[in-house]
């Protein structure tokens, strides 16, 4: 296996693989680019990000956006990142229809091995993120590696996901828990 199909299948890889650097150069470049330009260009940041991530209608982001390899970004329609997104997509990012990140809003599907050893060797590894569809987070919260968020689930600010949650839920807090069931009665 190359490191990049290791990576993307959730074993130990190394980063520093040529491919790899290669690819996440590009994407940097890509997205430095992007983040660089004015309201006035809009229209060429919006190509320049669609061409780092596989998206459907309306994607939307506000400068400044970050993320690895870009690639392993797979958005629905109708997705918005606001200012200061950052995914590290080392492993498939995965966001459903009608999505709204608010500010610093930060996924993660990077992760290093618990054990020392292990860790200090330098290679590393990736797990999935699933975002649901109808789904809102709120700004500074981060999204850990591994983490699936049904559909219409509501983040709570600042908040840190290191669980999945299943549909129709307002989460919260450090680590995230639910603070309520969403019902038809809610605005």
Request: glycine share 8%; with cysteine; hydrophobic share 35%.
């Amino acid at each position: 296996m190359t490191e990049k199909e290791k990576m993307l299948a959730g074993l130990m890889y190394n980063p520093s693989d040529p491919e790899l650097t290669k690819a996440r150069y590009h994407a940097r470049l890509t997205f430095q680019k992007a983040n660089a330009l004015t309201e006035a260009d809009r229209a060429e940041r919006d190509a320049l990000y669609n061409s780092l991530i596989e998206a459907g209608q309306d994607l939307c982001i506000e400068p400044p956006f970050h993320c690895d390899y870009g690639s392993n970004i797979k958005a629905g329609n109708r997705v918005f990142m606001n200012y200061g997104c950052c995914i590290l997509d080392v492993a498939t990012v995965t966001i459903g229809d009608n999505v709204m990140f608010a500010p610093n809003v930060q996924l993660y599907s990077a992760t290093h091995p618990i054990d020392a050893k292990s860790r200090n060797s330098g290679k590393e590894l990736g797990k999935p993120i699933t975002i649901g569809n109808n789904v809102w987070i709120g700004g500074n919260s981060t999204i850990c590696p591994g983490v699936t968020l049904g559909n219409n689930v509501v983040v709570g600010a600042g908040s840190v996901v290191t669980k999945s949650f299943p549909d129709d839920v307002v989460i919260a807090g450090n680590p995230a828990r639910v603070i309520k069931n969403i019902t038809n009665n809610d605005l």
